[in-house]
């Protein structure tokens, strides 16, 4: 497998491909990280993911009941006018504990080297200051022609090449793959410094706009001391105006600073017409670029789209599905891109900015947002049309589609979340004991890792009415889970013969060749 691109989406593939055992090369044409930090905020649901493949320990996150919270302000030492939420209605009250983790207000440049030192741990070829300068698809695979910093050209041969080069995708403009969205917003500059200013957070705002008669600005920290200035427009400042500008932000001239980086940015919302052509998989900006936010859409969907695809990948690999699997990356991962991008416009940090994209959109809770989008495709039997994008995890009961719901229960003596229970295998969650000896047969048959875990037996709970209405379960029924935790299918028929229908619905799923329809006994 072939990853171009080795900043925060093509290093989340390479991590993940990994961790599914897909030997992996990633390809990366500058030497690191940027010098200028970029996203901050990643979500629990995206440290769910990385959770999963060993990094639990290793990203700290921030309080449970912690939210960016935005101020307009005259200055950090002057007067401070409202504040402002990402969505207007959750200002106030207690959220539910929809998952064993609480997201992480770190740096990227922090997080990029984690996630690269697991990826080599895990066995990533991860080649830096390489660049991919050319592609050719045929019908076993893609041939990479690489260019390193130092040293002559050379080929690689790879089944499958992901495009995560970012926003100005070279691969995806070669293939010719046209965008739609919102479009250009408008060009802008920052500049990235380092200043003693913890005392302005200790209110609980880590956005601020800076709103004087003859200066607009926006400031936000990044949690370590480094601070980013945005200017809302495309004027080039030499040393001296930069130290102005700061200096007026802070409300404080006198105030020591230290300059570190400069920035021009592009602001835009633009979605890819295709994620999937061929041989080669778009993620990240490359597919879809979405403006800033405190939702944190942009860098935590790329991540997500890297999860999505890499089991699709793994499996299609191993032979256990045919290649149509990969289709459904599409079918799933854009219409999540449209819904995050229509969200962005139809909340007040953007909404003066929409176009006729956007103009009757509902805004839909955060929390439904992060941890409770719908998938629809061929890798998901009983996503009915009927259903809402996206609902919060207490307003489904486990829908195929959605995310499997956190819960503690105890396994083997020991307390764990449900979703510790879904790492990179099928999984069969029922409390009849037929369904035990299908999952054993089935995944014989068919070739694939599926685990058997039944309610009452393996698994306990304080409450099993608690856990069965959160899987919309009743004594009978059966769930089976994909490998990246998405619920595939639910059977609640007490006249179900699972060693009959198991094998086909993973086939179908599965997009296996030559099994439909073929029970176990056969």
């Known amino acids: 497998m072939i990853v171009a691109g080795g900043s925060l989406v093509g290093l989340s593939a390479a991590l993940f491909l990994a961790w599914h055992k897909v030997p992996v090369i990633a390809i990366e044409k500058h030497p690191g990280s940027s010098l200028h930090p970029r996203a901050i905020g990643f979500t629990p649901r995206t440290l769910e993911l990385f959770r999963a493949v060993g990094l639990g320990e290793r990203i700290p996150q921030v309080r449970a009941d912690f939210q960016p919270i935005r101020a307009r302000v005259e200055s950090l030492a002057g007067e401070w006018f409202e504040r402002s939420t990402w969505t207007p209605a959750q200002a106030n009250g207690t959220r539910p504990s929809y998952s064993p983790c609480s997201g ?44 390193p910093a130092a040293g002559p050209e050379y080929r690689v041969r790879g ?19 046209r965008r739609s969205g919102n479009g250009h917003l408008r060009t802008l500059r920052s500049v990235l410094f380092a200043a003693p200013l913890q005392e302005y957070l200790d209110r609980g705002v880590t956005q601020f706009e800076i709103d004087q008669p003859d200066f607009k600005a926006f400031l936000t920290t990044y949690g370590d001391g480094r601070w980013v200035l945005m200017f809302p427009d495309d004027a080039a400042r030499d040393t001296q105006a930069l130290r102005q500008a700061i200096g007026q932000a802070i409300g404080d001239a006198a105030c020591p600073i230290e300059l570190l980086a400069t920035g021009r940015w592009e602001l835009g919302a633009f979605i890819a017409e295709r994620f999937v052509a061929g041989r080669v998989l778009i993620a990240g900006d490359a597919a ?32 256990t599905s045919t290649a149509a699997l990969l289709d459904t990356y599409e079918a799933e991962r854009r219409p999540i891109a449209w819904l995050r991008h229509q969200q962005i416009f139809a909340r007040p940090d953007y909404k003066a900015q929409r176009r006729e994209l956007a103009e009757e959109v509902a805004i839909i809770n955060d929390d439904a947002m992060e941890f409770g989008e719908l998938y629809r495709s061929s890798a998901v039997i009983g996503a009915d049309a009927d259903l809402a994008p996206a609902l919060r995890p207490d307003e489904w009961a486990g829908q195929p589609g959605t995310r499997a719901p956190h819960l503690w229960v105890m396994r083997e003596r020991e307390r764990v979340s449900t979703l510790d229970l879904f790492r990179g295998e099928w999984v069969l969650l029922a409390s009849d004991e037929r369904w035990r000896s299908a999952a054993a047969r089935a995944a014989a048959r068919l070739g694939i890792s599926l685990r058997y875990l039944g309610i009452g037996s393996d698994l306990e709970a304080s409450d099993l009415q608690t856990l069965y209405a959160a899987l919309g379960h009743d004594p009978r029924s059966a769930s089976l889970i994909r490998p990246d935790g998405i619920i595939a299918w639910r059977v609640n028929d007490p006249e179900t013969d699972p060693s009959q229908l198991l094998p086909d619905v993973l086939a179908q799923l599965l997009s296996a060749p030559g099994i439909h329809g073929v029970g176990l006994d056969e």
């Open 104 to 147: 992480a207000a770190i740096a990227q440049d922090r997080l990029e080297p984690i996630l690269y030192d697991r990826a080599i741990e895990l066995g990533a070829d991860i080649r830096l200051e390489t660049e991919l300068v050319a592609f050719a698809t045929d019908a076993e695979g893609i041939t990479a022609t690489l260019r």
């Open 288 to 319: 879809h670029v979405l403006p800033p936010s405190r939702g944190g859409y942009g860098a935590n969907t790329g991540i997500q789209d890297a999860h999505n695809l890499a089991w699709k990948l793994a499996s299609v690999t191993r032979g």
């Open 159 to 177: 089944s499958y090449l992901v495009a995560a080069d970012g926003a100005a995708s070279t691969i995806r403009e070669t293939l010719g793959i």
